[in-house]
């Protein structure tokens, strides 16, 4: 559990690099191969969840894997190119059955937010940016939070994605602890906490804008 009072930026190994692409000749031009599904789809029971259009030719895909409670199972994700299959990544924290991606379009870079809730109560969010025909997961472009409803906005409309977490202070513990808002910026190729604010009620609307008030102590 993470000190300082806050959902913290943590390194999922999520900058693995992917396996290149096959090409091989078709007459006088190249022809891409498309990379095969990840072999752990077969036991997960990979379903398609949702695809989203990058630009330039290129997709994204979310993948559901494993059923609920399946905690070995994790978030499948597919780039294409003219729909060929070019990049698979696996992201190594949250539910398989349970993630959800949003994807911007209006940064230099199209980037797209992915979440999931991750053990028993808490949430994680990972950040993938297309970069050079793949999907870079910068380390420090990873937050977990205490609860797993995590709210993906553009807060500062810089066209890349940040991230509105509920923490608790715990006291005087988890189940007893109040909560509270703490946004996340994506700003020098992470995700940092710009500050936080009490969350008053369960109906209260998370932030639209970056907070800047101190983050409780724990």
Known sequence: MAAAGASVAVALGGDRTPVAPRTTAAGPVA?????????KCASWGCTRASTTDLGAGYAVTLWHAGKDGDFRAEPVVELTHEGVAVQWWLWP??????????????????????SAGDGVHS?????????????????????IADLPALTVRDLDADGYLDLVAIDSDYTPNFAQGHLFWNTFRFAG??????GCAARTSPTEPAPAHPLDGICPKR
């Open 31 to 39: 022809h891409i191969e498309a990379l095969p599904m990840p072999a």
């Open 93 to 114: 924290r949250g539910h398989g059955w349970d993630a959800a991606i949003e994807c911007s379009v209006q940064a230099p870079e199209p980037n797209c937010m992915l």
């Open 123 to 143: 949430g994680a969010a990972q950040l993938l940016i297309l970069r050079h025909g793949r999907l870079d997961a910068p380390p420090r472009a990873s937050v």
């Open 189 to 194: 190729g992470q995700l940092m906490s710009t």
